[in-house]
């Protein structure tokens, strides 16, 4: 039987072992830089210990909520670092998350020491929570400030960011909500969280490819994203389906199972038909291009792409439809036509490729 927490959390724990080796080997040595490193890879050793705590119960329960509170200290002294530190505001909401989080860290600790002063039925499963939850709005706030105090046309470079992180402090505000209201933590909501925290890894490594001035120099290939984007919606549809396929049988009766494989099979020859579309490649590139890349093309790869097709164009025996085609193939086009200038100031077409002349 599949263990959903280990397996989540060593998505989110590989997502950011990734996205903190291309962070560390693009880091230029400055302030700001070294902040998101150090925030990435406390995350990794977050997913890490709770990945290990799921699947094998090590280290103790007590010993991770000691380091539960690290996740929100990182990323928050990372945002403190990228805000006005001048700013009364940030420096109290900051100030209050580092004390409350060495009380979430202490208490544990000194709990069983202390059992008259810090009795654990009472302290862990309802302070703990409201701790967690201070945490988590601790962050929104810093979040919004971010989004709010940089100038509209900045915030094309941070909102991925802003995006991501918000997306890990909304995911365990609720869940701490839920808790508090419950006094019981969803440990299906628990398992899940790594998964989530592996979505948002993208997020953050676009913002870096967006700020150079952050003092982490990562390049981002356009052919990488669209791989990575293709192989997260398959992913995604492939368990979409799944469930779809699972309530069939349950409710299929006597056919259920008939109609769970029939169902199954339509889907992956949908999905087959989907990725080797060359039509929604292209929308997908173009799509990633507006979206998450300052510039439309990387031009120096283009360039050299265009270049080199046009040189195999001297030994083609058609070269005015190797010329068409070299153009189409760096717009993502299926197919052009080629006019020439006459000299009586006519145009006269002279190739066509892809599309009927």
Request: hydrophobic fraction near 55%; charged fraction near 15%.
């Amino acid at each position: 039987m599949i263990n959903v927490g280990l397996s989540s959390y060593a998505l989110g724990f590989f997502a950011y072992l990734v996205l903190g080796g291309l962070l560390l080997t693009g880091w230029r040595g400055r302030m700001q830089g070294g902040l998101l490193v150090m925030a990435v890879f406390v995350t990794l050793l977050w997913c890490g210990l709770h990945a290990v705590w799921a699947g094998w119960n090590v280290p103790s329960a007590r010993m991770l909520r000691v380091i539960e509170p690290i996740h929100f200290v990182a990323w928050v002294v990372f945002l403190h670092g990228l805000l006005n530190r001048a700013q009364k505001r940030i420096a109290l909401v900051a100030a209050l998350v580092y004390v409350l989080s060495t009380v979430m860290v202490v208490v544990p600790l000194l709990a069983p020491a202390f059992p008259g002063i810090f009795p654990l039925g009472d302290v862990v499963p309802k302070y703990s929570f409201l701790g967690y939850l201070l945490l988590s709005v601790a962050g929104l706030f810093l979040i919004e400030n971010l989004y709010r105090n940089t100038r509209p046309e900045q915030r094309w470079g941070i909102k991925f960011l802003c995006l991501g992180i918000g997306g890990m402090f909304t995911y365990d505000f609720f869940m701490y909500a839920q808790a508090l209201l419950f006094n019981q933590l969803d440990m299906n909501l628990w398992a899940a969280r790594g998964a989530v925290f592996m979505l948002v890894a993208p997020l953050i490594g676009v913002s870096v490819a967006r700020n150079p001035d952050w003092s982490v120099d990562v390049f981002v290939s356009r052919d990488a994203a669209a791989h990575t984007a293709t192989l997260l919606f398959a992913g995604f549809y492939l368990l979409l389906m799944s469930a779809a396929g699972y309530y069939i049988k349950e409710f299929g009766g006597d056919w259920g199972v008939v109609l769970q494989t029939v169902f199954l099979f339509g889907s992956v020859v949908v999905l087959a038909a989907l990725l080797f579309s060359g039509h929604l490649r292209a929308r997908t590139k173009v799509f990633l291009g507006k979206h998450f890349f300052r510039h439309r093309y990387d031009y120096r790869q283009q360039w050299l792409r265009f270049t080199d097709a046009l040189s195999q164009c001297k030994r083609e025996k058609l070269p005015y439809e190797c010329v068409v085609r070299a153009i189409a193939e760096v717009v993502d086009s299926s197919g052009g036509l080629l006019w020439l200038h006459r000299k009586d100031g006519a145009f006269e077409q002279v190739a066509h490729w892809g599309v009927s002349g």
